[in-house]
Antibody, heavy 115, light 112 residues
Framework: EVQLVEFGGGLVQPGGSLRLSCSAS????????MAWVRQAPGKGLEYISA????????YYADSVKGRFTISRDNSKNTLYLQMSSLRAEDTGVYYC????????WGQGTLVTVSS | DVVMTQSPLSLPVTLGQPASISCRSS???????????LNWFQQRPGQSPRRLIY???NRDSGVPDRFSGSGSGTDFTLKISRVEAEDVGVYYC?????????FGGGTKVEIK
């Protein structure tokens, strides 16, 4: 069974940093591109970052470019999202997503940016 | 960016009756490999999204056959042949052809 489990969400002050992790199991992680999609409270879905299977190619939405960094460790079956210079508008649930087109989804982790 | 426009925003449906959701893109979603990367997702209340349909009309594993997708180019439709109580939630289309990937605004399906 495919499982994606996110860790690392929480409350952070504006301007602060946070690192999200996503532990993958049940599929060959190193063969899959991975992505992060977020959802602000009561709002729709936003595809914010993606990385190819070997980590050599990354993508960022304009809303997070220069502030967020996606990476992966295929030896640990883990995906990361390093977030810095956080803003109130970054508040939301962050989902770890398997493959470019959303094959698999984690349960999400809540990030709250507030003073 | 490719704008994905869904309609209606809200869809009250009687149990056992059909439902249809429209998704239109501001540009063609045909990729250079000939495929059209249009996906449909379901988000039940309090749950993560899950994909129902990929490449316009292909059902994901475990998705009931009452769900079907169709369309081409810039105009796509998700149909539920007979709505069941478990189908309540928000449905999103997403294009996977162009960067950035973009989602429609969502259609909330509820039971009348």
């Amino acid at each position: 069974e495919v499982q994606l489990v996110e860790f690392g969400g929480g409350l952070v002050q504006p301007g602060g940093s946070l690192r999200l992790s996503c532990s993958a199991s049940g599929f060959t992680f190193s063969n899959y591109a991975m992505a992060w999609v977020r959802q602000a409270p009561g709002k729709g879905l936003e595809y914010i970052s993606a990385i190819n299977s070997n980590g050599g190619s990354t993508y960022y939405a304009d809303s997070v470019k220069g502030r967020f960094t996606i990476s992966r460790d295929n030896s640990k079956n883990t995906l990361y999202l390093q977030m810095s210079s956080l803003r109130a508008e970054d508040t939301g649930v962050y989902y770890c997503v398997g493959n470019w087109n959303g094959d698999y989804w984690g349960q999400g982790t809540l990030v709250t940016v507030s003073s | 960016d490719v704008v994905m426009t869904q309609s209606p925003l809200s869809l009250p449906v009687t149990l056992g009756q059909p439902a249809s959701i429209s998704c239109r893109s501001s540009q063609s979603l045909v990729y250079s490999d000939g495929n059209t990367y249009l996906n449909w997702f379901q988000q039940r209340p309090g749950q993560s999204p899950r994909r129902l349909i990929y490449k316009v009309s292909n059902r994901d594993s475990g998705v009931p056959d009452r769900f079907s997708g169709s369309g081409s180019g810039t105009d796509f439709t998700l149909k539920i042949s007979r709505v069941e109580a478990e189908d309540v939630g928000v449905y999103y289309c997403m294009q996977g052809t162009h960067w950035p990937r973009t989602f429609g605004g969502g259609t909330k399906v509820e039971i009348k």
